[in-house]
């Protein structure tokens, strides 16, 4: 997260230097989630099968090369190959989720999640300080220049002394799933399909733009949605064929892990939506945005990090206590709140940035709870592979909200003096249709949550409701 928040601020930047426009400027973030979207599910039966930091290490390598690349992009479509081989690296998040399960003791497994958590939040925060100064001072490139030591120095330490304990049979989930030995091998046509439907529906949306509509446009658009339809079609039908599939359906129907990997994906489209829309909103001359630098944006949006960085651990001992389900209920709850705030107070940044902090309060009970929900209800044996469903849709939401975000940007434009220059900035009402769309998908996730707890309350799992 230190890499990924200290980019944020830069976005009106590249936007700038590349001439790009807000809707292409989504891939910024979207071509870094993409590939760790695919990516997920196959780095979790890879550890599984290889051992976690076998996998961890590898993955963490092909991170550092992506990262150097970046940091000496000339080109917008170099920086896009260079997101793309950096987002390879999210399936990191994976793998460490399930280590935690290997180290922890089952009543304790949401507390392991809440430092995680917490770290990630203070990779946030000092993202966001740092890299407003450093975009003012040194620009953007320097932001991925800062990450290459403490990534190497990450792989030393995780090199020399992280340890692999193996489970016992008796530390096993009790949900009654077949616990049948674990074939070798990775499903390659299915992450194929998998990548080309979730690519092909985002460069769809990125098209749906005001400005490239017309016949032309039409038909590329068309073109996108058929091949992601027929790419989605290919993907059940090679995975119920399968016999190592990437992503197991019978697992991902599950009654308690479906409603949870949804309500993580939404929360997924929730954060990466906003990380696209304040900086611009920030960054943007007055009256269209509050007119800030670099730094401001970063300040915007520390409460948010703070927030975030206070609720990880302590969410973990709110579901230690409470169990798993009520804190989701209580988060999503919040979270829409957060963002009806949002939608009704973003005409000043002091409103935005208490805004963020009431939002990254419920999403963390949200996250820590909903994946304590996926954790809990997997059997050991196919934990590599549950978490990496898990985050393969909470990357599939963080893929669509910036895209989404970038559409919006694009359609409702109004057009101030600049330098005695006419030029087009986003208007208040793509905020406002942004933050809606938030509030009414975080709707969704407070009904999914009741939803939730109603099966929950008919099945039987340890530490679980």
């Given at each position: 997260?230190?890499?990924?928040?200290?980019?944020?601020?830069?976005?009106?930047?590249?936007?700038?230097?590349?001439?790009?426009?807000?809707?292409?400027?989504?891939?910024?973030?979207?071509?870094?989630?993409?590939?760790?979207?695919?990516?997920?599910?196959?780095?979790?039966?890879?550890?599984?099968?290889?051992?976690?930091?076998?996998?961890?290490?590898?993955?963490?390598?092909?991170?550092?090369?992506?990262?150097?690349?970046?940091?000496?992009?000339?080109?917008?479509?170099?920086?896009?190959?260079?997101?793309?081989?950096?987002?390879?690296?999210?399936?990191?998040?994976?793998?460490?989720?399930?280590?935690?399960?290997?180290?922890?003791?089952?009543?304790?497994?949401?507390?392991?999640?809440?430092?995680?958590?917490?770290?990630?939040?203070?990779?946030?925060?000092?993202?966001?300080?740092?890299?407003?100064?450093?975009?003012?001072?040194?620009?953007?490139?320097?932001?991925?220049?800062?990450?290459?030591?403490?990534?190497?120095?990450?792989?030393?330490?995780?090199?020399?002394?992280?340890?692999?304990?193996?489970?016992?049979?008796?530390?096993?989930?009790?949900?009654?799933?077949?616990?049948?030995?674990?074939?070798?091998?990775?499903?390659?046509?299915?992450?194929?399909?998998?990548?080309?439907?979730?690519?092909?529906?985002?460069?769809?949306?990125?098209?749906?733009?005001?400005?490239?509509?017309?016949?032309?446009?039409?038909?590329?658009?068309?073109?996108?949605?058929?091949?992601?339809?027929?790419?989605?079609?290919?993907?059940?039908?090679?995975?119920?064929?399968?016999?190592?599939?990437?992503?197991?359906?019978?697992?991902?129907?599950?009654?308690?892990?479906?409603?949870?990997?949804?309500?993580?994906m939404i929360v997924g489209f929730s954060m990466f939506m906003v990380f696209q829309t304040i900086p611009v909103l920030v960054r943007n001359p007055h009256p269209l945005g509050f007119g800030g630098d670099a730094a401001m944006a970063g300040y915007v949006q520390l409460p948010f990090a703070l927030?975030?960085?206070?609720?990880?651990?302590?969410?973990?001992?709110?579901?230690?206590?409470?169990?798993?389900?009520?804190?989701?209920?209580?988060?999503?709850?919040?979270?829409?709140?957060?963002?009806?705030?949002?939608?009704?107070?973003?005409?000043?940044?002091?409103?935005?940035?208490?805004?963020?902090?009431?939002?990254?309060?419920?999403?963390?009970?949200?996250?820590?709870?909903?994946?304590?929900?996926?954790?809990?209800?997997?059997?050991?044996?196919?934990?590599?592979?549950?978490?990496?469903?898990?985050?393969?849709?909470?990357?599939?939401?963080?893929?669509?909200?910036?895209?989404?975000?970038?559409?919006?940007?694009?359609?409702?434009?109004?057009?101030?003096?600049?330098?005695?220059?006419?030029?087009?900035?986003?208007?208040?009402?793509?905020?406002?249709?942004?933050?809606?769309?938030?509030?009414?998908?975080?709707?969704?996730?407070?009904?999914?949550?009741?939803?939730?707890?109603?099966?929950?309350?008919?099945?039987?799992?340890?530490?679980?409701?």
């Amino acid at each position: 997260m230190y890499a990924e928040t200290m980019l944020i601020p830069a976005i009106p930047d590249l936007i700038r230097e590349f001439n790009v426009s807000y809707s292409t400027s989504s891939w910024i973030l979207t071509a870094y989630l993409v590939p760790g979207a695919v990516m997920m599910p196959v780095a979790g039966k890879l550890s599984d099968i290889y051992g976690k930091k076998n996998v961890l290490l590898t993955i963490m390598a092909i991170y550092v090369v992506g990262i150097t690349i970046a940091g000496f992009s000339t080109s917008i479509y170099m920086l896009f190959i260079a997101r793309a081989i950096q987002g390879i690296g999210m399936a990191m998040f994976v793998i460490a989720f399930g280590i935690i399960r290997d180290q922890f003791p089952r009543e304790k497994i949401s507390i392991g999640q809440g430092v995680i958590s917490s770290m990630f939040a203070s990779g946030a925060v000092i993202g966001l300080l740092a890299g407003g100064i450093i975009i003012n001072n040194y620009g953007w490139h320097a932001t991925f220049f800062s990450t290459i030591p403490v990534a190497v120095a990450l792989f030393v330490v995780i090199w020399r002394f992280n340890y692999e304990r193996k489970m016992e049979p008796w530390e096993q989930a009790p949900e009654r799933i077949p616990a049948a030995n674990i074939p070798k091998g990775v499903d390659v046509k299915g992450a194929i399909a998998l990548a080309t439907f979730v690519t092909s529906f985002l460069l769809a949306l990125t098209l749906f733009e005001t400005g490239s509509a017309g016949l032309q446009s039409a038909v590329q658009i068309a073109i996108f949605i058929a091949t992601g339809a027929v790419a989605l079609v290919l993907f059940i039908l090679i995975e119920k064929r399968a016999k190592v599939p990437l992503v197991d359906l019978k697992l991902m129907a599950h009654k308690a892990i479906l409603p949870a990997n949804l309500i993580i994906m939404i929360v997924g489209f929730s954060m990466f939506m906003v990380f696209q829309t304040i900086p611009v909103l920030v960054r943007n001359p007055h009256p269209l945005g509050f007119g800030g630098d670099a730094a401001m944006a970063g300040y915007v949006q520390l409460p948010f990090a703070l927030v975030l960085l206070v609720f990880g651990p302590t969410s973990g001992l709110i579901v230690e206590r409470l169990g798993s389900v009520r804190p989701i209920i209580i988060g999503t709850s919040i979270t829409t709140t957060g963002f009806l705030f949002l939608l009704t107070f973003h005409n000043d940044w002091v409103s935005v940035a208490a805004s963020l902090a009431v939002l990254s309060t419920g999403l963390s009970l949200t996250n820590v709870g909903a994946l304590n929900v996926t954790i809990l209800a997997t059997p050991a044996q196919f934990m590599g592979m549950s978490v990496g469903m898990n985050t393969l849709l909470r990357i599939v939401g963080a893929s669509v909200g910036p895209a989404l975000a970038g559409v919006y940007m694009q359609t409702y434009q109004s057009t101030i003096e600049v330098a005695n220059r006419p030029t087009a900035f986003p208007s208040m009402q793509a905020y406002s249709a942004i933050f809606l769309t938030a509030v009414i998908l975080s709707v969704v996730s407070v009904m999914l949550a009741v939803f939730l707890k109603r099966r929950l309350n008919k099945m039987s799992i340890p530490n679980l409701a």
